[in-house]
């Protein structure tokens, strides 16, 4: 009985080893009570995120149709350039002003103004006020933003140098990844997505992110528009991932695509046409022999007039 199951022991001892070494090689094994493990995921997609995920690209700006965000809200973290704009004017303002945590800026002797929670042309008519209460007649006060803090986007997960960074407007998804050095060795091409801060009991904001297709084969339905404090999520792949594949897709990552036709060039200009008038090939005397000689019109001798 015991002869017998030796070569079932011996073959469940090979495929123990070849299980081990494909989840050594995939990063899914580890040492343990036991023997292997499966090492849990460091970046996860939780279920919730993948029920909460858009089941299709929403209607919101993206690379190709790019929109203005709303108006500047001034926010601590600010930094703000205070000038009288007549260079002659007896104001005299700190240059430099940053927003402090309280929200307010220093006007020097004119005192502190609120200047969170407003726009520029809101707070130039405060700072204005605040001059004219102590000199009249003291022209336009300038107000410009000279260092933008508080709008920032962060990028967390598989990425090489996570964090926040600051939004200048103009960014993508896309921007956004390379922001953070790009994908790491362990990120999940097909779990990466967007959330969108919502109020604590609003509802939730999750874009799917189709990251091959847009750095593959140019498709912007998913490389959105960042907007102020959304957040790039890169999930991990999961050791199941690393054996089998990662081929599970989500709705807009998995639709059909299809080639732009393209324009057929014009066929090529034979080497004996000239912008469209035939070339009369010159024929050597052994040649004519073989070849007769085109009928070329001679041209017509002109006569002098008679005097």
């Known amino acids: 009985m015991l002869s017998n199951a030796r070569p079932w022991l011996a073959q469940s001892a090979l495929l123990s080893l070849a299980l081990g070494a494909i989840l050594a090689t995939s990063g899914c094994g580890g040492r343990g009570a036991g023997g292997l493990f499966f090492a849990p995921e460091n970046n996860p997609l939780r279920e919730t995120t993948k029920a909460l995920r858009q089941p299709m690209a929403p209607p ?153 297709e847009i750095v593959q084969i140019g498709d912007t339905t998913t490389n959105y528009q960042l907007r102020p404090g959304d957040r790039i999520f890169v999930a991990s792949r999961s050791c199941w991932d690393n054996i089998l594949g990662d081929k599970k897709e989500c709705a807009p990552c998995a639709g059909p695509q299809t080639a732009c036709p393209m324009e057929h060039a014009p066929p090529p200009v034979p080497s004996h046409q000239y912008l469209g008038t035939p070339v009369v090939p010159i024929l050597s005397p052994d040649e004519g022999n073989k070849t007769p000689a085109p009928n070329l019109p001679m041209p017509s001798a002109v006569t002098p007039e008679k005097s």
């Open 60 to 212: 919101v700006p993206r690379e190709l149709d790019k929109q203005v965000l709303p108006r500047y809200v001034v926010e601590p973290g600010d930094v703000l350039l205070v000038l009288p704009s007549d260079p002659d004017s007896t104001v005299r303002l700190p240059a430099d002003q940053p927003v402090l945590l309280d929200g307010t800026i220093n006007l020097g002797r004119y005192g502190h103004v609120i200047a969170a929670g407003k726009t520029i042309e809101e707070i130039e008519a405060i700072v204005r006020a605040a001059v004219e209460t102590q000199t009249k007649d003291a022209g336009f006060i300038s107000v410009r933003l000279v260092g933008r803090q508080s709008k920032v986007y962060y990028v967390l997960g598989e990425v090489n140098s996570p964090g926040s960074f600051p939004l200048a407007g103009r960014e993508t998804v896309l921007d956004g990844i390379l922001a953070a050095g790009g994908l790491t060795d362990r990120a999940s091409r097909k779990k990466i997505v967007v959330s969108r801060p919502t109020p604590p009991h609003d509802c939730r904001i999750v874009l799917p992110v189709c990251y091959e």
